[in-house]
């Protein structure tokens, strides 16, 4: 067994248990149960902050968007890396999310982009949160369950053309401030998000980003006290820099994942992806042409072969959807043959290989590489969809330049020890 050690890292916020061997070799490492992991490299996640902040006019905010249990990276890890790495406030979808930064310890401005529940209006004053605003009878609602006079803190949401959620006209707009006028809520921010500023067509982008504008100046004539104007995801800010306003709201940039082709191409921010997924062949086995393999016997060999079973499956977020897709072992391409199992999948072999080799699913093995846009493109979605997906039951190793720092075995709503 591999001996632990206390190690410091230079990170004064990432627990710092970490072993002296084989980093690349968690099955030496007494902490993880399985064979299955993904690894998560912080120092990458603060270079591509660090990049993109670099781009933004010094005035500007960042915020990180840590949603989504950072699109699979891990809430609070990554809330870490990207405050100390110079993010201004953070982002989240839901209030659970922001609930368990604030219950470990994360004191940053935080920002909820659903609208919560008008009962829940306490829960956020309490908690310091900032709270989505998108109709009128929210307010009015709230009004109903508000018992803390503490400050209410809301950004007003614009739909611009996204089709989602948010006011839509100047006259709501209107109705919405006029009601907040005589209530203790302060107005920090206005805020848009783009349908298509990813996409070659500028257009689209374009009018949304006008008709913004519009009504951002329509509260700046009547004096109407909002602290802050946002509207540029990672796309918009690196495509279009000069439409950047008081905030940027940061998610796949972050990541190393760039919104499209052409902007990769068009800027000169060199990001990394930040995550990779690995596993370990479980068994090997020598079947002969006419056998086949898995639930409903959807796989037939067509010659005799290795098959390898690996023991990740749907259970793990690797779901049927990638059946036709590979592996990589020792940099070379074994494809996953029949059909994904829950728990395991199995691939052909190019040769023998022995049980506990590794098998990577997503990022470098010998060489060759097995990228987020590889994986996207086989299930026709965007590269941000694949780390979202991988489950809680898939532990999280988390890397800071090359020594591991931290594992998340699991991941729950409680205080992290
Ligand atoms: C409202 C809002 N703002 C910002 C972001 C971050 O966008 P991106 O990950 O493209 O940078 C998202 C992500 O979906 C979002 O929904």
Known sequence: MTKLTKQSTGMNTIIEEVWTQGPDSPLEVP???????????????????HQLKNLLPATTGLMAAVKADAYGHGTLAVARIALEAGANALVVSILEEALYLRSNGITAQILILTPINPYDVDLAIANDLSVTLIQ?????????????????????????????????????????????????????????????????????????????????????????????????????????????????RIGVGMFGIYPSKEI???????????????????????????????????????EDQWIATIPVGYGDGWFRCFQGFYLLVEGEIAPIVGRICMDQLMIKLPRPYP?????????????????????????ESVPQEIPSMITYRVPRVYYYKGVPVHIQKERTWRTEK
């Open 264 to 302: 990769q191409e068009g800027t000169s921010v060199h990001l990394n992806t930040a995550l990779s997924f690995h596993s370990r062949i479980l068994q090997v086995k020598k079947i002969l042409k006419g056998e086949k393999i898995g639930y409903d016997q959807a796989y037939t060999a067509t």
């Open 355 to 379: 049980a506990g080799t590794k098998v990577t699913l997503i990022g470098e093995n010998n060489g060759h590489k097995i990228t987020l846009e590889d994986l996207a493109n086989h299930i």
């Open 31 to 49: 902490q993880l149960h399985r064979n299955t992991w993904v690894e998560i490299y912080l120092d990458k996640i603060e270079d591509n902050i």
């Open 136 to 248: 009128a009878s929210w307010i009015e609602e709230m009004r109903l369950y508000r018992r803390l006079k503490g400050n209410l803190k809301v950004h007003i949401k614009i739909d611009t053309g996204l089709g989602r959620i948010g006011l839509r006209s100047i006259g709501e707009l209107e109705e919405i401030t006029d009601l907040i006028k005589n209530e203790s809520i302060t107005m920090e921010g206005m805020y848009t998000h783009f349908a298509t500023a990813n996409h070659d067509d500028p257009s689209c982008y374009k009018s949304q980003y006008q008709q913004f504008v519009k009504m951002m100046n329509w509260t700046k004539e009547r004096e109407i006290p909002i602290k802050t104007f946002h509207c540029s995801n990672t796309a918009a800010a690196l495509k279009y820099p000069e439409d950047i306003l008081d905030m940027v």
